[in-house]
């Protein structure tokens, strides 16, 4: 895999992009000169040919490539896409197979749908198993029975289990690229066979040393290798207090098992404790970038990452399942108030008021379930401690209810000269906050409990609560204590 | 460092933290008897210290002793302050240093806060320069000094420069464990001089070529070592087509370099080129989890990592700007509402459909700055394409305005049976979205520009503008349309 050249990389891909956008855009004035001056259609295709394809895309096509096949993906992604099929088209069809696993989903599917079946195989054909396997969902069947034909016996092996792996499992991050040995051999002895190597597989800190049924028994350091003398014996130096993944386990327990123990690779073992492949940092790191985008993406209301340069309607799409979703929890609400309209044509500040009870509540109730997903995430909550987590979140909520709610009430004194509205006010914003620390904590929880993962659809839910349940309480309150 | 022993490691650092807590309940169980039991004080501390330090505390000890410093770390951070504290003191002093480097600010403020000057001086004392500093904002004057003292003139540079490194930069990433040879020897040297190291530094998957005056002239793998003939001269090995950090670059650009390349160490240089320090993968995910963490907690408006068992008043502390600004936000939205009482008056049924045209309209325009900040951080939004992503946002709105407005309007029709305000709610809804659209993709572009982080605060003016906006705009429209 070659490295970008220039050294000073951070300015670097940000300047290939804006080169490359430099000779799409001589590009197409040349075409647009073209078009204007109303050359015939064969004529200005020559012309084109002649102008173009012979400067500015021979300069384009040979900056591409020198590049990084990730620099090639972040290119394709910050494009619009039709600049962006241009530059696919120039890159050499034997690096397709590294740039689509490198791009993102979304540009992976437009780039995916201008290749026909023979360009697809090819480029499938480039990769790892693992790699084909993350390829696989995006790609038509005919394409994978090609690729399947192409394998060899092991390989088809490594590509059906690769697939059979759920997405969110070690499975999915693992490899098959590892370095394996026998524990009664010398260093010397390994160094010779590392030799026969012409390069080591990426991320390979530690060789594996297995027996002669290929269950793990332990691992040596690249750096004991390197810092023993070579008439040392393998088991000896190898260490066998080890970290094993399997295969089935989370993925996000793996990575927290990286970060914790600070981890370049861990080999991955089925049930009977035989090696089966390895994970490795550089897969965690994206895996750990990607989870917390989703996370912020879910808590937005966007089901996937976005290609920015989407059609207007592929993005509306990833957006209504959520606006529809908070549509109807925003015509409950209407409904709770409709109820209460005989009030609020009589004290008709209240309509001015209700919003904010209910708005601060949602704040500070989302603030709860933040702390507690993200507690959850880490397994700090115990059965032992649940109950003082709900008492501090209550205590919190309780406090804010007397200042936050003092403020209003003051805030309401102030406009209206009323004492028993101020009153109602400070204490709905008491009570909402308190029941919106409630469901705030209450929610996670519950989901969690329910084998569901807490940081999607908590938001939603909540505000639903904490705008009904603060309008509720808010103009009930006002009914009972205002209209008599 | 001592890995965990336990092979399969995912139950395990919960399993740990249930151990431990079951020995702290036993510990907490006989404490009680005691003093139920109206044991005089002296007497009961003998009681305990033959029931407990003997036994129950015994075993803690040496269960902590077997721990791994991250899953101490992770069992401290998982307790309640008591506890936490507790455990503590059980630790081993000599691992004071490694295990405050790895908690979470908000727990190492409470370890820190009960340990004296020569504690404190000592576990700094065990720590690497880089570290260090790392812990230097948490220690007092007097423990930075003690410390200072103890470090030889080279040491000293290095804390003096990298707590000169601002937090955000690649300086505040790197450490100076790197091990550098030149380019004229050949490997067997450089594997002589390799194994007068017991053991090179972590993350060593790289040794770094320097010249005569430091400057950085490639690096050679350790891959590459292992792989080659002993008689191989360096410079015809190295790689000089690499990566280099600066020391003043954003980490967060280091992160993504380390995403890009798949890399496990990267060499960081001066404005002179010379080698100073580097950066390895471990602490790049660190990096990045804390910052999507900060993200996610930003986004819910807390203003730091909340220690899950601080006091109530710390958290709400934590917590209190981010209500005030909401609550002054929504007073302000209260006073527009307020401005059109006399219309509310006349039509009640605006107080039950307001909060329906500002709720969607801050939806939409929470997904558009999403997906604007992610660009942002990116790189992907150029001058060339900002028009571009304009107009497809202000046609998703749009679209989203005439789809959900329309929604909307007939749900306000089935209602109340007015025409008029039906086509008033739709094109409140539409206007609202479309003015979210444009608030939701300026406000993040416009802190970009400012150079500030538009992941923090821009929720929150988005919410003050798309409710006082959708406020003003559905009761003026119905003021002038419905009053007629």
């Known amino acids: 895999m070659t490295e970008p050249q220039n050294p000073h990389y951070s300015d670097n891909v940000q300047t290939h992009l804006k080169q490359v956008e430099a000779l799409l855009a001589k590009h197409a ?61 120039l890159v050499k069809s034997d690096r397709d197979g590294e ?40 790609l038509p069947q ?78 040596l350091s690249l750096n004991s290798i390197v810092v023993n003398e070579p008439e040392v014996i393998v088991s000896s130096l190898m260490r066998t207090d080890i970290i094993k993944l399997h295969t089935d386990e989370k993925a996000a327990q793996a990575a927290l098992a990286f970060e914790r123990y600070d981890l370049v690779s861990a080999p991955v073992v089925d049930e009977d404790g035989k090696l089966v492949g390895r994970v490795t940092v550089n897969v965690v790191l994206d895996f750990v970038r990607t989870e917390s985008e989703s996370d912020l993406l879910n808590q937005a209301g966007l089901l996937e990452e976005e290609d920015v340069f989407a059609s207007v309607w592929k993005s509306a799409k990833n957006r209504w399942v959520w606006l529809g979703l908070n549509l109807c929890t925003a015509f409950f609400a209407s409904r709770v108030i409709g109820n209460f309209e005989g009030t609020i044509e009589k004290f008709v500040a209240l309509a001015a008021l209700m919003p904010i009870v209910a708005g601060i509540a949602g704040n500070s109730a989302n603030q709860t379930t933040t702390i507690i997903i993200r507690s959850l995430a880490l397994g700090q909550i115990t059965q032992g401690n649940a109950g003082r987590l709900l008492f501090k979140e209550l205590a919190i909520s309780g406090l804010n209810g007397l200042v936050w709610g003092g403020v209003a009430g003051l805030f309401a004194y102030f406009l209206y000269h009323n004492t028993a509205l101020s009153v109602v006010m400070m204490s709905a914003m008491l009570l909402n906050l308190i029941a919106g620390a409630l469901v705030g904590l209450l929610i996670p929880l519950a989901m969690h409990r329910l084998g569901r993962d807490p940081a999607i659809g908590s938001s939603v839910l909540l505000t639903a609560i904490t705008d009904s349940g603060g309008f509720f309480i808010f103009l009930g309150l006002a009914t009972i204590f205002l209209m008599k």
Do not use: C
Request: glycine content about 2%; overall charge negative.
């Open 99 to 138: 740039i689509l696993i490198e791009v993102s989903d979304a540009v992976r599917e437009s780039l995916i749908a201008t290749m026909n079946r023979e360009e697809l195989s090819a480029a499938a054909g480039q990769l790892d198993t693992d790699e084909i396997a993350d390829l696989a969902p995006d």
């Open 142 to 219: 005919n394409v994978m029975r090609d690729v399947f034909k192409s394998l060899s016996v092991e390989e088809r092996e490594q590509l059906r289990s690769a697939m059979t792996y759920s997405e969110d499992s070690v499975g999915a991050l693992m490899d098959f690229n590892m370095v394996h040995i026998r524990d009664d051999v010398s260093l010397e002895v390994v160094s010779r066979y590392l030799r026969r190597f012409d390069e080591l597989p990426d991320h390979t800190d530690q060789i594996f040393v297995v027996d002669r049924d290929e269950h793990l028994k332990g691992v």
């Open 29 to 89: 004035l040349v075409e647009e000169v073209a078009h204007k001056e109303m050359i015939p259609r064969a004529e200005r295709h020559e012309l084109i040919d002649r102008l173009l394809h012979k400067q500015h895309l021979t300069l384009l096509r040979s900056k591409l490539d020198g590049l990084h096949a990730a620099d090639i993906a972040y290119i394709l992604e910050a494009l619009p896409i039709e600049q962006r099929l241009l530059v696919w088209d």
